[in-house]
């Protein structure tokens, strides 16, 4: 099985600062893209920021200049270094994965999964 676990997420004041990990584990044949969501009260989930597999980065224009998403394909992690947070900010973060898995030999499964989610409240 797949577990993805995120972490980072707590309060922090308008203008500070946070840094979301999150680590996939269990049985991967391969992690193609990974990406950041988030959900604020009474919102539908939205896309925040993805990385493919090469490297390539794409956000939403609310955190552009102000997020950053990296990942580590040696580790299976994925970070998202947030700067100059707002009060709009506030949500539940979720970390998602695009992996394949081998069940067989010679055949392969390709799903999304998804963390659990933390929570990032930015208030005075």
């Known amino acids: 099985q797949v577990q993805l676990v995120e972490s980072g997420g707590g309060l922090v004041q308008p203008g500070g600062s946070l840094r979301l990990s999150c680590a996939a584990s269990?049985?991967?044949?391969?992690?193609?893209?990974m990406g950041w969501y988030r959900q604020a009260p009474g919102k539908q989930r939205e896309l925040v920021a993805t990385i493919s597999s090469g490297g390539s980065t794409n956000y939403t224009d609310s955190v552009k200049g102000r997020f950053t998403i990296s990942r580590d394909s040696a580790k299976n992690t994925v970070d998202l270094q947030m700067d100059s947070l707002k009060p709009e900010d506030t949500a539940v973060y979720y970390c998602k994965a695009d992996i394949s898995r081998r069940i067989r030999p010679y055949t392969y499964r390709r799903d999304d999964y998804w963390g659990q989610g933390t929570q990032v409240t930015v208030s005075s």
């Open positions: 269990g049985s991967i044949f391969n992690i193609n893209g």
